[in-house]
């Protein structure tokens, strides 16, 4: 059963096994650093169909589908599926994976859907309230930039520092440790995050948004498991980039906790922000998504990474909130997984 | 935390990297520039091939409006603004292009709601706020004649 820690933290004492993954991405991913690491590189980023909302769908399919045929399960094996993405009313998840006939449950945490939904998951099987769980989520850039921004054809200029959504998507399935005693990686933890607003308002600088929520996040479970941040091998952030991640870095020295040595960020990873023209790096749910679900979880099944924290961060704006002036509150949630 | 929320605000203004206003005033003036130029070029040529100097100014606005929607569709007017900036977008190209790029964007909503209805997105405002100036400015020089 999940045991409390400490004020915020859940123990997952069974350790869910990680039994299959998948990430899928389009050309500009495939194109980047960890082009290699995942399992599916799509040069045509309309996936041929016929709209932006239809390619991101697509996505999110194939991911889950590539993570089913990984682990050896067919859809009829998952007892639940916790989706998500930034679209409104969450369409890439609910039309994507409306042919796969598993219990469906659509979760919204911006940017930081994968931790989300992977905690959740993880606290279903825990709980024995599903033998196996599935957690997917996704991003496009033409579908996103159409609904925050402007459309992709106009000649408008980026700042400095924008993040670059990246179209992606990734899956994890979880399965019960009774059913998986020989699986590599496990759910350790999970601390759910509370929304933090520092009054940020510039939407073109999520990362300094986000950094305030994903260092409360940090701080609640090192107090929580009284751990620090020597004791991890990586700490890995959803998509602070180049801007959030100096603030989260300066703001948890200032708590006496450094994690600059051990911390990346998958917004920093999944381009590189030079000469692909990514400003401060990537951003969306398929850009921590994308990184977790190949090279890290890659690396931890190969033994060369132990104990990890996922941090993934969301900025939980509406372009209508922007519009009226609102501040970006961001929320943090971090999962932690052990080979 | 113990942050303060101004003392965040001082923390990420330091970490925020600005705006290269030098570099980007230069490209405005070179890409606005060779745009005007082009118009300048234009106007030489129709005025030469003996149309009048009104109809040819006109000439010359659809001119650059038709160059600037055909480059928007083949996706190439974004990427000259990447680098243009407010070279691109203060002429009137600029403003064809952000009337046809969200023609081009919204055409999956299909041709009413979609191209019909989204077409002015950007812009609309300029077109509201230029029309009612422009009123504004037509009273003022009304009144001043009037004495």
């Known amino acids: 059963m999940p045991a409390k820690i400490g004020k915020y933290t859940i123990e997952l004492q069974t350790n869910p096994a990680v039994v299959g993954y998948a990430a899928v991405v389009g050309k500009k991913e495939g194109e980047g650093p960890y082009g290699k690491y995942y399992d599916q590189c799509h040069n045509d980023t309309t996936l041929g169909e016929s709209s932006w909302e239809r390619a991101e769908s697509r996505l999110q399919n194939e991911a889950v589908h590539l993570a089913l045929h990984k682990a050896g399960l067919q859809n009829t094996d998952i007892d639940c599926i916790f989706a998500g993405d930034l679209l409104n009313q969450c369409i890439s998840s609910t039309f994507g994976l409306r042919s796969l006939d598993i219990p469906f449950l659509g979760q919204y945490g911006a940017c930081s859907t994968m931790a989300q939904t992977l905690g959740i998951a993880s606290l279903f099987v825990e709980s024995g309230a599903a033998l196996r769980a599935a957690a997917v989520t996704s991003s496009h850039f033409c579908s996103a930039e159409r609904q925050f921004r402007y459309p992709l054809e106009y000649g408008g200029q980026r700042t400095p520092t924008a993040q670059w959504t990246a179209t992606a998507a990734g899956s994890v399935i979880l399965g019960a440790r009774s059913q998986y005693l020989s699986a590599k990686i496990g759910m350790q933890a999970v601390t759910f995050g509370r929304i933090a607003d520092f009054g940020v308002k510039d939407v073109n600088n999520m990362g300094a948004a986000m950094a305030p929520a994903a260092a409360q996040t940090l701080i609640d479970f090192f107090n929580d498991t009284g751990t620090a941040p020597q004791d991890y091998d990586l700490i890995l952030t959803g998509d602070l980039g180049l801007v959030g991640s100096e603030l989260l870095d300066d703001l948890m020295k200032q708590e006496g906790k450094d994690i600059s040595p051990v911390h990346n960020d998958c917004g920093l990873m999944i381009y590189d922000r030079e000469k692909q023209d990514a400003h401060a790096g990537g951003s969306g749910c398929g850009c921590s998504a994308a990184i977790l679900c190949s090279a890290i979880l890659q690396q931890m099944d190969a033994g060369q990474l132990h104990k990890v924290l996922f941090i993934g961060t969301g900025a939980l704006m509406s372009p209508t909130s922007s519009q009226q002036g609102e501040s970006i509150p961001g929320v943090a949630h971090l999962v932690y997984l052990k080979a | ?147």
């Open chain 2, 1 to 147: 935390m113990t942050v303060t929320k101004k003392e965040y605000k001082k923390m990420a203004q330091k970490a925020s990297p600005g705006t290269t206003y030098g570099k980007n005033m230069l490209m405005a003036f070179l890409f606005g520039g060779t745009i005007c130029t082009l118009g300048q070029g234009i106007l030489n040529l129709y005025l030469s091939w003996g149309i009048d100097q009104q109809a040819a100014s006109a000439f010359v606005s659809v001119t650059l409006i038709a160059l600037s929607a055909i480059l928007t569709a083949l996706r190439v007017y974004d990427n000259l603004a990447k680098y243009g900036g407010a070279g691109t977008l203060v002429p009137i190209t600029g403003f064809a292009n952000s009337i046809v790029a969200p023609a081009m964007e919204f055409k999956s909503e299909g041709y009413v709601i979609g191209i019909g209805g989204k077409m002015f997105v950007i812009a609309g405002p300029v077109l509201v706020y230029g029309t009612a100036a422009s009123i504004l400015y037509g009273l003022i020089l009304w009144f001043f004649h009037l004495y």
